[in-house]
């Protein structure tokens, strides 16, 4: 069966340090994958698209791979703030059909002063 | 970017309640979608949309029925409202790169 696996303990990291994040999936074969952070009692934010064919993808402190080998994603901010902490969700989508997205369940980051 | 806005922040309903839930788009995008959250099941699909007057279900659509007249706007309804309804609802947009989700409702049945 289908399966997208993101560790269920929360990450607590000091700050200024990196947070990495793990995404593994099982039986998808996904045109892209996707990061989105959630807050408490808010919608999810979209934040970093990364395409099968890309290995890697920046943005600002943020920093995605992508090994399709592996059927893996790691996730990870640098130079953490508490402003960080949040829960990330990846998720994952095929080339054609009908644009569904298939979401992890999340994994919670506190960054603490 | 489009604005996706959810019409209540928290609701209360009884047992056995028709509900509404509505949720409105700025933009002109095909796909709409409703999801529910619960604590440890993560994002769960109900219902989507990928035109007016056309749906699909999805995961858990059992209890629930949605209606898109107008491409803007794609309401969740719930027929009978139950207990095991209380949830976080969630209602987004987008494609396959990228989803706009609306701020949720936190909707309590008593």
């Known amino acids: 069966s289908q399966k997208i696996e993101q560790n269920s303990e929360a990450l607590n990291i000091q700050e200024g340090k990196t947070a990495t994040l793990t995404c593994n999936y099982t039986n998808y074969s996904p045109a892209y994958l996707q990061w989105y952070r959630q807050d408490p009692g808010r919608g999810p934010v979209f934040l970093l698209l990364?395409?099968?064919?890309?290995k890697e993808k920046r943005k600002e402190r943020l920093k995605v791979t992508f090994d399709t080998t592996l059927k893996q994603s790691l996730f990870h901010i640098t130079a953490s703030q508490p402003a960080d902490s949040a829960t990330y969700l990846c998720a994952l989508s095929p080339y054609y059909g009908n644009n569904r997205l298939a979401f992890g369940k999340g994994n919670q980051v506190v960054v603490i002063p | 970017d489009v604005k996706v806005t959810q019409s209540s922040r928290y609701l209360v309903k009884r047992t056995g309640e028709k509900v509404f839930l509505e949720c409105v788009q700025d933009m002109d995008h095909e796909n709409m979608f409703w999801y529910r959250q619960d604590p440890g099941l993560g994002l769960r699909l109900i219902y989507f949309?990928?035109?007016?007057?056309?749906?699909e279900k999805g995961d858990i659509p059992e209890g629930y029925s949605v209606s898109r007249e107008k491409k803007e706007r794609f309401s969740l309804i719930l027929e009978s409202a139950s207990t095991n309804q209380t949830s976080m609802y969630l209602c987004a947009v987008g494609v396959n790169y990228g989803y706009t989700f609306g701020s949720g409702t936190r909707l309590t049945v008593v």
């Open positions: 949309s990928y035109d007016v007057k056309m749906k």
């Open positions: 990364i395409r099968e064919n890309e």
